[in-house]
């Protein structure tokens, strides 16, 4: 059934209030990779289907999407997809093989190789768009966060041809061919901010710009190979008046840099303390994060515990965002996370 809500009961939402570095009621809390494996509901319904065959299902895209919102009642819902799945759309011929993540057929090495990378346009992703307006209609005065992965880290996929733990190829490439490299970047960029543009048109009201690997880089080489082009990600939904996040692993050292990128929001990752994250960004942006995801495997006072400090301080920031500080471990408990939630709403409140 579709529920009807108001445009400024979507707006006032603590999640986008927060973004917006107003004050909301509560501080808003939500979990990356919040749908996805440590759900019993994930596993039972995509059982026998493959990760790229469930992101083009958009029933089963809008089902995932909303387990979690469902079931700990979080102040926003994450889109369910994958960061490649607008390079699949566009013809790269790549898999995601369970227990080893995207593998691309054919490694990106050569200026040629760009030929395979034409332009998205919402017509490549048809499900994406149906199921964004499905769970818009169902989310109703809870946000819908979009994301894309950002260049960096799609180029790390393309050029490895896989995972990678020191990214040697893509370094070799970025450093010792930088023509090529701005050229890979600036292409991923434009289908990177065309995904995010698609799903903000169907009506995301958020989005966020993921850069897992791009803690492999010192600060100087991330200013001069990737910051240009995650700010042409990021701008790509400029005109649209949604909050954009930007999130990375392992980027302590970047996140000033991540914030110039020009997202209103900075993700941070468990290594730094929220405060000292914002004093490092700066004050014209809230930050998101942060509890070490090890923290759902400790006993339930230290978790809460954690979960205080956090919050503390998360409150002087000019805005906070509740997250982890990476992803949802898959064998985490359903029932910690709801506890975590429920320890966020009463304690901000």
């Given at each position: 059934?579709?529920?009807?809500t108001?445009?400024?009961?979507?707006?006032?939402?603590?999640?986008?209030?927060?973004?917006?570095?107003?004050?909301?009621?509560?501080?808003?809390?939500?979990?990356?990779r919040?749908?996805?494996?440590?759900l019993?509901?994930?596993?039972?319904v995509?059982?026998?289907?493959?990760?790229?065959d469930?992101?083009?299902?958009?029933?089963?895209v809008?089902?995932?999407t909303?387990?979690?919102?469902?079931?700990?009642?979080?102040?926003a819902?994450?889109?369910?997809?994958?960061?490649?799945?607008?390079?699949?759309?566009i013809?790269?011929?790549?898999?995601?093989?369970?227990?080893?993540g995207?593998?691309?057929?054919?490694?990106?090495?050569?200026?040629?190789?760009?030929?395979?990378?034409?332009?998205?346009t919402?017509?490549?992703?048809?499900y994406?768009?149906?199921?964004?307006?499905?769970?818009?209609?169902?989310?109703a005065?809870?946000?819908l966060?979009?994301?894309?992965?950002?260049?960096?880290?799609?180029?790390?996929?393309?050029?490895?041809?896989?995972?990678?733990?020191?990214?040697?190829?893509?370094k070799?490439?970025?450093?010792?061919?930088?023509?090529?490299?701005?050229?890979?970047?600036?292409?991923?960029?434009?289908?990177?901010?065309?995904?995010?543009?698609?799903?903000?048109?169907?009506?995301?009201?958020a989005?966020?710009?993921?850069?897992?690997?791009?803690?492999?880089?010192?600060?100087?080489?991330?200013?001069?190979?990737?910051?240009?082009?995650?700010a042409?990600?990021?701008?790509?939904?400029?005109?649209?008046?949604?909050?954009?996040?930007?999130f990375?692993?392992?980027?302590?050292?970047?996140l000033?840099?991540?914030?110039?990128?020009?997202?209103?929001?900075?993700?941070?990752d468990?290594?730094?303390?929220?405060?000292?994250?914002?004093?490092?960004?700066?004050?014209?942006?809230?930050?998101?994060?942060?509890?070490?995801p090890?923290?759902?495997?400790?006993?339930?006072?230290?978790?809460?515990?954690?979960?205080?400090?956090?919050?503390?301080a998360?409150?002087?920031a000019?805005?906070?965002?509740f997250?982890?500080?990476?992803?949802?471990?898959?064998?985490?408990?359903?029932?910690?996370?709801?506890?975590?939630?429920?320890?966020?709403?009463?304690?901000?409140?």
């Amino acid at each position: 059934m579709h529920r009807v809500t108001s445009p400024n009961a979507l707006s006032d939402s603590p999640f986008l209030r927060a973004c917006r570095r107003e004050r909301p009621a509560r501080t808003p809390v939500w979990f990356m990779r919040q749908a996805g494996r440590s759900l019993p509901e994930y596993r039972a319904v995509r059982e026998g289907i493959s990760m790229l065959d469930s992101c083009a299902r958009p029933e089963l895209v809008t089902e995932i999407t909303l387990q979690p919102v469902r079931r700990y009642g979080v102040d926003a819902a994450i889109f369910y997809s994958d960061i490649v799945v607008p390079l699949k759309a566009i013809g790269v011929d790549l898999d995601i093989v369970p227990g080893v993540g995207p593998v691309v057929a054919e490694p990106f090495r050569t200026l040629k190789d760009l030929d395979r990378l034409p332009e998205l346009t919402a017509a490549d992703v048809p499900y994406v768009v149906e199921a964004v307006r499905l769970l818009v209609a169902e989310l109703a005065a809870t946000p819908l966060i979009g994301f894309a992965g950002a260049p960096y880290t799609l180029a790390s996929y393309l050029v490895e041809g896989g995972p990678s733990k020191n990214h040697e190829r893509t370094k070799a490439l970025m450093y010792g061919d930088p023509q090529l490299w701005h050229a890979l970047a600036g292409r991923l960029a434009a289908i990177a901010g065309a995904f995010l543009r698609v799903q903000v048109e169907a009506g995301a009201s958020a989005v966020q710009l993921f850069d897992s690997w791009v803690g492999a880089l010192p600060l100087a080489d991330y200013v001069e190979y990737v910051q240009p082009h995650s700010a042409a990600a990021l701008a790509a939904v400029g005109d649209l008046g949604v909050p954009r996040i930007h999130f990375g692993v392992g980027t302590g050292e970047l996140l000033g840099a991540m914030g110039d990128a020009g997202a209103e929001v900075v993700g941070v990752d468990f290594r730094v303390a929220l405060d000292e994250a914002s004093r490092r960004i700066g004050p014209d942006r809230a930050v998101q994060g942060n509890l070490d995801p090890a923290m759902l495997f400790a006993p339930e006072a230290v978790l809460e515990q954690r979960v205080r400090q956090t919050l503390e301080a998360g409150r002087r920031a000019p805005g906070h965002v509740f997250n982890l500080g990476h992803g949802v471990p898959p064998n985490a408990d359903p029932a910690a996370l709801q506890r975590v939630v429920d320890v966020v709403h009463a304690a901000s409140a």
